[in-house]
């Protein structure tokens, strides 16, 4: 079956500290990945997806997130974390359904 | 972010209440959504509309019925629910309902039940 993983529950890092979310899917045709972020009391937000070509997508607010067939892995990066991007990220993989993994909460310390 | 929107933002009832959580969408989408977001899970999908038409049911409790009016508006109507029912309801809409597409969401509806 389908699934999405996120090993991290709750990350914390400095602010202008780089920023890595892991996210490995199961899934044995092409993925289609997403990345979304909720902020506090609110809906989810897409920050980028990748569906083909370049394994490198770049998205909104700075993130980016590099796909590897060979890891089955579509991790979130980003090089100097700001204090609003305090959030939840979710890695989501789209099969016949979209389906996610249960969260990364980022802290940020000034 | 206006393009889905999701009336009320909370609400609270009790277990023998029916009440009705409403979604609207701005983005000339086909495809309208139903999540359950709850501590510590994944988000559930719930129900899927295409075309007005209902293409999913995910093992939704019957106290959960949805409505689909047109392709603009989806309804949740709430009846007889359960403390555990307690969650954030997430709407979302796509173009249409392929893997390619994607979805966006509303800001939810934080529901508790007493």
């Known amino acids: 079956a389908q699934s999405v993983t996120q090993p991290d529950i709750h990350i914390t890092v400095s602010e202008g500290a780089s920023l890595e979310l892991r996210c490995n899917y199961s899934y044995g045709a092409t993925p289609y990945l997403f990345w979304y972020v909720q902020s506090p009391g609110q809906g989810l937000q897409l920050l980028l997806k990748y569906f083909s070509g370049d394994t490198l997508v770049q998205g909104i607010k700075g993130f980016e997130a590099e796909f590897k067939r060979s890891q089955s892995s579509f991790n979130l990066r980003k090089p100097s974390v700001h204090w609003s991007d305090a959030a939840e990220y979710f890695c989501a993989v789209n099969t016949d359904k979209l389906i996610f993994g249960t969260g990364t909460r980022l802290q940020v310390f000034p | 972010e206006t393009g889905v929107t999701q009336t009320p933002r909370h609400l609270v009832m009790g277990m023998t209440n029916k009440k009705s959580l409403k979604c609207e969408q701005h983005l000339g989408h086909n495809a309208m959504y139903w999540y359950k977001q709850s501590a510590k899970k994944p988000l559930e999908l719930m129900f899927v509309?295409?075309?007005?038409?209902?293409?999913e049911n995910n093992s939704v409790p019957s106290r959960f019925s949805p409505e689909c009016p047109n392709s603009s508006h989806l309804f949740l109507h709430l009846h007889t629910l359960q403390p555990e029912d307690s969650a954030l309801y997430l709407c979302a809409s796509s173009q249409g309902t392929s893997s390619v597409e994607t979805q966006y969401f509303g800001p939810g509806t934080r529901l508790l039940v007493l």
């Open positions: 509309y295409n075309f007005k038409e209902q293409t």
